[in-house]
Structures are given as structure tokens and as C-alpha cells.
């Protein structure tokens, strides 16, 4: 559990007692439900990394919404974090984090596709292997606070937390558009376990991907 859920559990569940003891035990629920729902919220699993080379992982839980094939110089995958998903956010791809960009904006809905230019985010951009991955963490309309623990120069594992962002919103990755995607629109993901492409250069990884998912199929 990220411990941010205390922040916001502990002082509920005073206020819960202190106003049960004054007035009466039921008034006192709608704080304690509250309080259950931001230790629900702030729940940090633990997920098995996949460790095929080449291999970029989800960086947060939630559903794909767009896969932009046609995004610039860059294919772009988004993700829709709802209320209900978990916020914990990943690292794609080991490496080292060459660029932490932060930039302000708006709180447009993280439905939105404008959402991904001009609503507050953190841009990151992490290399590894000779090939260069970047993710955005961005806020919602809920999300007012984007968290990030790492720093430029830092090497980070793949699948490793990173940080969260706060209530709904999206994660965006970017990468090369010859990578191999393996997710489509609808699709729903897990942070840190899913597999969202393979990067060029590793194309028997993808074999024996494939491979996997047909005798899984049987």
C-alpha cells in the first residue's frame, strides 16, 4: 500500500470517532467508508515482470483508449485510469531515465484525446538497449497531484515503481514505430505485467511469445 493512503485514511477515521462519540456511531460511517475507500485506492500490488528481452510493460493499470500508429515520428499507446484502478505507476523498459519534463496545463478529462498536450504532466523519458521509451504521467479531471520518485540519470529496472498519479487519469507511452505492439483499443492492462510491444531487434522474443499464447489457446 502506497502510504499515502494514511494521509488521508488516519485523519477520516479520527474524525469518524470523534464525531460517533459526540453525536451518535452512525453518524460517524460516512467518514470510516471514506477512509476504507482511500486504503482501498492507494493499494500497491505486487505483479510478475516479464522478462523477455525487448519487451515494454504497462506503466499503470487501466484500459487502452487509443493506439496511434500515425503519431509523429512516434507510435503512442493510451491508458485510461479510472477511479477504481490502480495508480502505481512503472517504468516500461529497464534503463536509465535521460529526461524528467514537467509540465502544467489543464484538468480536461483523461478521456480526452487533448488531454495528452495540454493537461498537467510529467514526461519521462527513459533509454535502454539502444532504444529510447517515453511515458507520460497525466492528470485528469480528479487528478490534481502527479508523483514521481526518480531523477534524470537514475538507472530504473523494468516494471519498477516510479511513482502514481492521484485519482483518475492516463499514462501515455511512446515509442519507436517500428516496435511490434501486442494491445489494441478495449484491451485492458496491468501495470508492470503487461506487455504492451516489442522493441525492434527482438523479434524471436516475439516468436516465442506467440508461440506461448497458441498452446495457451488449446
Known amino acids: 500500500m502506497v502510504r499515502d493512503a494514511y494521509y488521508y485514511a488516519i485523519p477520516l477515521l479520527g474524525a469518524a470517532l470523534l464525531i460517533g462519540w459526540l453525536a451518535a456511531p452512525a453518524w460517524g460511517i460516512p467518514a470510516a467508508l471514506l477512509a476504507a475507500f482511500f486504503l482501498w485506492f492507494f493499494r500497491d500490488p505486487d505483479r510478475v515482470v516479464p522478462d523477455r528481452a525487448g519487451a515494454v510493460v504497462s506503466p499503470g493499470d487501466g484500459k487502452v483508449t487509443a493506439v496511434d500508429t500515425d503519431h509523429g515520428e512516434l507510435s503512442r499507446i493510451s491508458i485510461f485510469l479510472s477511479v477504481f484502478d490502480v495508480h502505481v505507476n512503472r517504468s516500461p523498459i529497464a534503463g536509465t531515465i535521460r529526461e524528467v519534463k514537467y509540465q502544467p496545463g489543464r484538468f480536461l478529462n483523461a478521456m480526452n484525446a487533448r488531454s495528452a498536450d495540454f493537461n498537467e504532466q510529467n514526461i519521462v523519458t527513459v533509454e535502454g538497449d539502444g532504444q529510447t521509451v517515453i511515458f507520460k504521467q497525466i492528470a485528469g479531471v480528479l487528478a490534481r497531484r502527479i508523483v514521481f520518485t526518480k531523477r534524470s540519470g537514475d ?27 501486442q494491445v489494441r483499443v478495449g484491451d485492458r492492462v496491468r501495470g508492470g505485467a503487461s506487455v504492451l510491444a516489442y522493441l525492434p531487434g527482438h523479434e524471436s522474443q516475439l516468436v516465442a511469445a506467440g508461440a506461448e499464447q497458441t498452446q495457451g489457446a488449446r
Open 155 to 181: 538507472r530504473v529496472a523494468r516494471g519498477e515503481r516510479v511513482g502514481l498519479i492521484k485519482f483518475g487519469s492516463r499514462v501515455d507511452v511512446l515509442l519507436d514505430p517500428s516496435a511490434h505492439l
